[in-house]
DNA sequence: ACTTCATTTCGTTATATGGCGAAATATACA
DNA sequence: TGTATATTTCGCCATATAACGAAATGAAGT
């Protein structure tokens, strides 16, 4: 039960929420995703950190970024359930849709270190 | 966004879901609930108000008893989605099985007043 | 090796959550 | 009306969680 209970838990913060919506726009650094969200990195990468060890995303090193992306064939099949349902959700919320627009515009050489 | 967190929030604690799982096999008043969770009426009584509020679950009055049971047919498709995903999982777990068989013997009126 | 900068880890703080017992409420029955 | 009992509400406590800033880590380029 373990399990199924870290993966709703996962799903039930507003900020988590908003970052698996705009992974599925496309993958991103955690600079990009600390902007959009404007919170500190410290923040953003604590709620990374926690829904990887769920599996619902995964991360790849590139250079020194890590980019973040949704587990689209995940192991476990409930993973892949919640990506599902969530990908059917919150079609019309105003911050999803906000958060979506700037994923697919943000580019993190003009974004970071500045 | 506020309706799905709550959702998230709900099915995010053990002893909720083993409500949820519980309520599977038929309703139950809640000195049933509380019996076979083994935690003070109080609590057990928060946690349904807390499931009732999503509208994972409702009541009926009967008597002196408030019967709960999932909502099957909710307004809310998302509640419906929900409770779809969990009625296929922990189909295997040794408290949900011992919960359940539990739900499906216990009587009221010999558990409850002794 | 040194610097830069993205990311993570650590320590702290404020709030949220889950648990209990006691008291309040509501319903049946004498 | 009064009693019994199921449920809820309230106040309290311990722990969990989300946020931050500062310090540590790791990779690229000088």
């Known amino acids: 039960m373990r399990t199924e209970i870290k993966l709703f838990k996962a799903l039930s913060d507003t900020n988590r929420i908003r970052i698996l919506k705009m992974l599925e726009v496309r993958p991103l650094c955690v600079c990009e995703i600390t902007e959009i969200l404007g919170l500190a990195p410290s923040t953003v990468s604590k709620h990374l950190s926690l829904l990887r060890d769920t599996e619902l ?58």
Do not use: F, T
């Not at 892949?80 to 050489?109: C, F, H, M, T, Y």
């Open 57 to 114: 995303i995964g991360d790849i090193k590139e250079g020194r970024w890590v980019n973040y992306h949704l587990q689209a064939g995940a192991d476990d099949e409930r993973v892949q359930q919640l990506l599902n349902l969530l990908a059917e959700w919150l079609p019309e919320d105003k911050i999803i849709k906000s958060d979506q627009q700037k994923a697919g515009e943000v580019d993190r050489n003009i974004l970071c270190a500045s």
